[in-house]
């Protein structure tokens, strides 16, 4: 099974700041990776597939990049509506598996 | 536009079985996707319980294989979860999900969800 670690925890910013995030498998993934954002009370919405691939009606703040084992989600800047947690998860091989997600919290 | 729609008892005794419904609106679960169910307990991550193609094939979470089935009913656009002798920790909220578009006939990353329905372990 295929580990995701995501760091940090907790990134705490301000509206109009840069994010990065950090999602790093236990072994190769290629580019089968993906990013979701959620807020409370919310399903995941996808924000990013195959690594830099943005889904369909997500804003061109944010961005992902990456491949093998080192992944970054990025978000220019950040909207007061972005402050969420953020998961990774991995489609390379069965099992699927998400990463423990960072939260992205208002400084 | 295709809608996913979880449905189940919200409240299950401890060692019984948990059995949920997702129901596929708006497209054909005979489409060529693995359609996946996803947990998460109050106040944690995202666990990956199973998938499941509309021909039949399924793919499971190691740790729950052996209490965990899901089957498809292609005459009611309908895809299942049934889950046995459950506990306390297998109180989560649970999502029915569909990969993207350009990914049929393989392991996805998901963008169509149900809400997703909330089950809780108790006596």
């Known amino acids: 099974e295929i580990v995701l670690t995501q760091s940090p925890a907790t990134l705490s910013l301000s509206p109009g700041e840069r994010a990065t995030l950090s999602c790093r498998p236990s072994?190769?993934?290629?580019?089968?990776l993906a990013w979701y954002q959620q807020k409370p009370g919310q399903a995941p919405r996808l924000l990013i597939y195959d690594a830099s691939n943005r889904a369909s009606g997500i804003p061109a703040r944010f961005s992902g990049s990456g491949s093998g084992t080192d992944f970054t989600l990025t978000i220019s800047s950040l909207e007061p509506e972005d402050f969420a947690v953020y998961y990774c998860?991995?489609?390379?091989?069965?099992?699927?598996?998400f990463g423990g997600g960072t939260k992205v919290e208002i400084k | 536009q295709l809608q996913l729609q979880e449905s189940g008892p919200g409240l299950v005794k401890p060692s019984e079985t948990l059995s949920l419904t997702c129901t596929v609106s708006g497209g054909s679960i005979s489409s060529l996707y693995f359609w996946a169910w996803i947990r998460q307990p109050p106040g944690k991550g995202l666990e990956w319980i199973g998938s499941?193609?509309?021909?039949?094939?399924?793919y499971y979470n190691s740790s729950l294989q052996s209490r965990v089935t899901i089957s498809v009913d292609t005459s009611k656009n309908q895809f299942s979860l049934r889950l046995t002798s459950v506990t306390a920790a297998d109180t989560a909220v649970y999502y029915c999900?569909?990969?993207?578009?350009?990914?049929?006939?393989?392991?996805?990353?998901?963008?169509?969800w149900g809400q997703g329905t909330m089950v809780t372990v108790s006596s």
């Open positions: 999900a569909r990969p993207h578009d350009t990914m049929p006939n393989v392991a996805g990353a998901f963008h169509m």
């Open positions: 072994q190769s993934v290629s580019s089968y």
């Open positions: 499941i193609h509309y021909n039949g094939n399924t």
């Open positions: 998860q991995q489609r390379r091989t069965w099992p699927l598996t």
